[in-house]
């Protein structure tokens, strides 16, 4: 019974994956989001990775942006578009159900301004994240901004102590309430720039372990991006 | 060179295969004690052995226990493993939860090149993956068509003999007494963190209590296939009837007092409860609410499948998928699937998620609802069979096995038609 009881308040994660979201990352994870909507001007195309409950979509449209979310899970879309409808904005908001790996496909080069993900891209290793991250790269503007937040391993010796420690005594939790496993990237600054990108600015949060990564494609990169992209496939 | 350049976006075998016994003896240990929790590892192509252009390649969920298992169980057979995102949980729960989808399938395949890797455009897939993973979307977007292989992994070996056919064996789902015994240990840790914090005020009490769960859910996942199939509780009751006479013997033997036995019998068949309630909810064999087993006192499923014939296009997608061979097809006169078999079903909707034509029904009009992978799964299933009663004469009806797949023992209705009736009778 306990284990059928704990399966079935699993199983609801989903549902709760706002405030849960906000539990896990201290509240943080809201900050994050905020100063993302920070940088977008009225009028921006902005694309969000892994859109989920469309918190940060909304946010955007705040700012005065067209937003585009793409999310893998129809039932989140369903949620990011009751928040939409509730907000009275889902004219400005279009949600795409797709892979991640498929962005080439619903788009054509140089389609945004502002191309962002939160929480979404840990999931996956470097592999995938370089392929992502090369199509992110061609469908964002000369002078676009990508704006990927995530968990990250930390550097230093204590950091990365205290932060093994940490998620190690949070993965029950942190899979019984979210239904997730902890997926830090490694040297997330590292792969956005190996994609052609010019990182701008790096914000950390809780011992490095939370970063938002700033980074630019400068129209003058174009040609060095390609470069790249071709090295590391 | 350009083999060489794959090579190297190749990831390393994610968990180490080639793990010392001791060090693989604590792994195993480790992941059969939490199984329940998340564990992820690397994602993409692995290739194992020599694999060509021609050598098979299956399909797994990112869980490090399976995969882990999987590389032992490939080892010298020459062909490549799609690790897929599953977010680090095993692949029946993760498709079911709509955490492993055709969407991660399409990343994987994308990701990792496969296309110009091999030539063929053929994955064998877990049939675990089925509620979740809909076949032709990923053929749709990729080109390559997921075939599901044998539902455990031990059959793998046996499977890649038979030339990639399986046996109506292997399309099984079973619950065999490994498997049983790591849920038991898992259940009984699970409880043991969750009660765990007595231990500090009352170490002793809470210690044996511990010792009677894991001894109880030993006890019956153990001897799981012994009891009798459960009808009106009847497995229920042979089971408190023979603890309650071994703890009769002890508390004997011990020199109890009443008071003391009253109270252990109540832990007891406590315990008992919880443990028919997991096990009615959260095997891989049978799954329904607790509600039901309270009131009804069996482990059949809400969800009763029937097939409507006039929208059945007979892709078999249902047959090959069904874990419990609910369907069989029809192949005399007419062809199509039906529903043979509903009371075994397990309520995963692996059918209902690979039914484009949206052909079957439900015939209880209920469901336990904790799969997520299906859009729209309310109306479908609540949808009215009342133009199916018909289709009620196929349950029961003998099947035999046809190129692998159950078909209905039926009369040849087309000969019979064909030839008049005095004829016949004449023959």
Not at chain 2, 135 to 155: C, I, Q, Y
């Amino acid at each position: 019974m306990l284990m059928y009881g704990w399966m079935v308040f699993v199983e609801f994660a989903p549902e709760r994956y706002d405030w849960a979201a906000k539990l896990m990352t201290g509240g943080r994870l809201e900050r994050i989001k905020d100063r993302i909507a920070e940088g977008i001007a009225p009028g921006d195309a902005v694309l969000d990775i892994g859109c989920g409950t469309g918190t940060l979509a909304l946010r955007c449209i705040d700012r005065g942006a067209r937003v585009t979310g793409l999310d893998s899970s129809e039932f989140m879309l369903r949620k990011a578009r009751e928040n939409a409808e509730r907000a009275g904005v889902s004219h400005r908001l279009e949600l795409v159900h797709d892979s991640v790996t498929q962005l080439g496909k619903h788009w054509v080069p140089e389609t945004f301004d502002v191309i962002t993900s939160t929480m979404a891209l840990g999931e996956f290793p470097r592999e995938f994240l370089d392929f992502i991250l090369r199509d992110c790269f061609r469908l964002l503007r000369s002078g676009g901004r990508l704006l990927i937040a995530d968990e990250v391993w930390p550097e230093g010796f204590w950091a990365l102590l205290v932060y093994r420690i940490g998620i190690t005594l949070l993965w029950i939790p942190q899979f019984l309430l979210l239904r997730r496993a902890f997926f830090p990237i490694r040297d997330l600054r590292g792969i956005i720039q190996a994609a052609g990108f010019e990182v701008n600015q790096v914000w950390k949060w809780a011992a490095s372990s939370l970063q938002l990564v700033s980074a630019g494609k400068s129209a003058a990169l174009n040609s060095a991006g390609e470069t790249s992209a071709v090295f590391t496939a | 060179m350009n083999a060489g350049r794959r090579q190297n976006t190749t990831p390393s075998a994610g968990p180490d295969s080639r793990m010392c016994h001791v060090k693989r003896f604590f792994h195993e240990l480790f992941h059969t004690f939490f199984r329940y929790y998340n564990f992820p590892c690397a994602l993409g192509l692995i290739r194992i052995g020599n694999p060509g252009e021609e050598s098979p390649v299956f399909l797994s969920g990112n869980y490090t226990l399976t995969v882990q298992r999987l590389l032992r169980k490939l080892r010298g057979i020459d062909c490549y493993l799609l690790v897929a995102n599953s977010r680090g949980c095993n692949v029946w729960c993760a498709a079911g939860m709509n955490e492993f989808s055709d969407c991660d399938v399409v990343d994987a395949i994308t990701v990792s090149r496969l296309a110009e890797i091999v030539r063929h455009r053929r994955i064998v897939a877990p049939p675990c993956a089925a509620p979740g993973v809909d076949v032709e979307a990923v053929k749709r977007v990729t080109g390559f068509h997921l075939h599901w292989g044998p539902m455990s992994l031990n059959d793998l070996p046996e499977f890649i003999r038979n030339d990639l056919k399986r046996t109506p064996e292997m399309a099984q789902i079973r619950f065999p007494l490994r498997d049983r015994l790591e849920q038991a240990a898992a259940t009984a840790l699970a409880y043991a963190m969750t009660i765990g914090v007595g231990l500090i005020f009352w170490p002793v009490v809470v210690g044996k209590l511990i010792g009677l769960i894991a001894v109880l859910y030993a006890f019956a996942f153990g001897l799981f296939p012994w009891f009798p199939e459960e009808r009106h509780w009847r497995r229920f009751m042979l089971q408190a009837g023979i603890l309650l006479g071994a703890q009769a013997v002890f508390g004997y033997w011990r020199g109890w007092h009443a008071g003391d036995f009253g109270v252990w019998c109540g832990l007891l068949l406590g315990i008992l409860v919880l443990v028919a309630i997991d096990q009615c909810g959260s095997t891989p064999i049978y799954k329904t609410g607790a509600t039901h087993w309270l009131t009804k006192g069996d482990y059949r499923s809400l969800f009763s499948p029937v097939v409507d014939p006039a929208l059945c296009i007979n892709c078999m997608q249902c047959v090959l998928a069904c874990p419990q061979r609910v369907f069989a097809g029809r192949r005399g006169a007419e062809r199509g699937v039906v529903s043979v078999r509903p009371e075994r079903c397990e309520e995963c909707f692996a059918c209902i998620k690979q039914c484009h034509s949206r052909a079957i029904f439900n015939r209880s009009g209920r469901y336990k609802g904790d799969v997520k992978s299906v859009p729209g799964l309310q109306a479908i299933v609540t949808r009215s069979w009342a133009h199916l009663r018909r289709e009620d004469r196929w349950i029961g009806a003998p099947t035999v096995i046809r190129g692998s797949v159950p078909c209905v023992v039926e009369p040849r209705v087309s000969e019979a038609v064909a030839c008049p009736m005095h004829t016949a009778g004449s023959l």
